[in-house]
């Protein structure tokens, strides 16, 4: 599978690209997003899970723009006009992570007559999983985040100044309202003392249920109220020194309720950790 790669630096709990390093968008750039058709980036290889689920997703939830599907050829022939938008899949590598993993993102840049891709303006970007794990691993919520990423273009549009370098934490805003909701997790993303809802009740005594990708699937398509979907993006092994991140969205109204990442230790699985259970606990 061929995907466009970008060099990137992992800062405090926000992701921004370093070399060259990636704007983000001004206020008039924003606005020419909100004018533009998005064009949705497909990849070369035919029997890439990605465009199946990409189309389904923008299908399915995409209303902020116009939007056509366009392959990498065309891309790099429409990158510099301004009239256009994209949603492209990249491999992103943190200078910080020595152990030199790259990780697959969804990105939501905007035209602009730039000599490179690294200078296109960002309105957003979301990890996906580590790249080398199958598609599936995220297929399955793509809509949901494809949702989330359009009502951040919204709320930028409306509020230029929710963009930078911090913008994914940004939405820790919104942490306190997590124990009015339930999460829905699969227990393979949990740390290994959070394999049960028993266990998780313990430190967490909020509404958890640990599901199948059936029912996060199920509530992504109908749009479940007053639920959250954890989405957890890490190594395929518990490398020391690399990056988990975590993130829950809602099904109802496509708003994130929590960013956190953490670095990979003997302490620290590859995994929603307690520690971040307890974070949530304390807005009670």
């Not at 189309?55 to 209303?63: C, G, Q």
């Not at 959070?194 to 599901?211: H, N, Q």
């Not at 059936?214 to 993006?233: G, M, N, Q, S, W």
Request: include cysteine; glycine fraction near 4%.
């Amino acid at each position: 599978m061929k995907k466009i790669i970008l060099s990137a630096v992992f800062v405090t709990a926000a992701l921004s690209l370093l070399t060259a390093q990636a704007p983000f968008p001004s206020a008039a750039e924003i606005k020419q997003f909100m004018g533009s058709k998005t064009c949705v980036v497909l990849e070369d290889d035919p029997f890439s899970a990605w465009n199946p689920n990409i189309r389904e997703a923008v299908n399915s939830f995409w209303t902020v723009t116009p939007f056509e599907f366009i392959s990498i050829v065309e891309f790099n022939k429409r990158r510099t006009d301004p009239s256009y938008s994209f949603i492209v899949l990249t491999q992103t590598h943190f200078e910080r992570d020595k152990t030199g993993g790259l990780f697959n993102f969804i990105n939501l840049i905007q035209g602009k007559r730039v000599a490179n891709l690294s200078d296109n303006p960002e309105i957003c970007a979301v990890p996906l999983s580590f790249a080398g794990e199958e598609d599936i691993t995220y297929g399955y919520k793509l809509g949901a985040i494809l949702a989330f990423m359009q009502k951040h273009a919204r709320l930028i549009s409306e509020n230029p100044s929710v963009t930078g370098r911090r913008y994914l934490k940004y939405y820790n805003i919104n942490a306190p309202e997590v124990v009015k909701k339930t999460i829905l997790a699969k227990a393979e993303d949990m740390a290994p003392e959070l394999a049960t809802e028993a266990a998780i009740k313990s430190i967490y005594p909020y509404p958890f249920r640990l599901v199948e990708e059936e029912d996060i699937v199920k509530a992504i398509k109908e749009k479940a109220p007053a639920t959250l979907i954890l989405h957890k993006v890490g190594p395929t092994d518990d490398r020391t020194g690399s990056f988990c991140f975590k993130i829950l969205i809602g099904t109802d109204d496509s708003e994130m309720y929590y960013f956190g990442q953490h670095r990979i230790n003997n302490n620290n699985p590859n995994a929603f950790l307690e520690e971040d259970l307890k974070r949530l606990a304390r807005y009670r």
